[in-house]
């Protein structure tokens, strides 16, 4: 009888010992994530809705190579978790106050070192041309089986695509004269 107790309290101690071991799972997930891994995979998930070639699957594949590659690269130079969340938050309060625009741009580059601001700055680069390259191989048939805010970003970034209307093909044709 004695054994038979000693099993049973062996067995609860063993039980709850490794019941405790387990990590929260939100830690657990935001550890194992790369930089930009996690906006890639998002949108891998939007993009599995929709049918890929294989032309189409390399391109993306090569385009979120790169977005992971620069995301770790400004990770490195102090783009931080910490950081972003401060940047986050200070937007949130900014745009609960009713600030649009310019007088967001200025709300949010308070409280920030330039050297952060230029991470941000970089960031948001590095995400538009994601955006911009995920958007030109994909066909208008396939946007449109895209949910609704996935469309919204990538016709965004189509739009205000990286060098199209920036002082390009200005004044072609006409000279200023020295005379």
């Known amino acids: 009888m004695k054994k038979l107790i000693a ?4 067995a609860c101690l063993a039980t709850s010992a490794t019941a405790d071991d387990k990590p929260d799972a ?6 194992n994530r790369a930089a930009g891994v996690w906006m890639a995979e998002n949108l891998g998930k939007a993009l599995q809705k929709v049918e890929l070639t294989a032309e189409q699957k390399e391109k993306w594949s090569e385009a979120k190579k790169g977005f992971v590659a620069q995301m770790d690269e400004l990770k490195a130079a102090g783009l931080t978790n910490e950081l972003k969340k401060k940047r986050t938050e200070a937007q949130k309060e900014a745009r609960d106050a009713g600030a649009k625009g310019k007088e967001l741009a200025a709300k949010l580059k308070e409280g920030f070192s330039e050297e952060e601001q230029a991470l941000f700055a970089k960031q948001q680069k590095a995400t538009k041309a994601f955006r911009v390259a ?3 191989m994909l066909t208008p048939e396939q946007m449109k089986a895209l949910p609704e805010q996935v469309q919204k970003q990538m016709t965004t970034a189509q739009k205000n695509g990286q060098g199209k209307g920036k002082g390009k093909g200005k004044r072609k044709g006409k000279k200023k004269n020295d005379a």
């Open 7 to 10: 099993m049973a309290l062996v």
């Open 134 to 136: 995920v958007a030109g």
């Open 26 to 31: 939100k830690k657990k997930r935001a550890g």
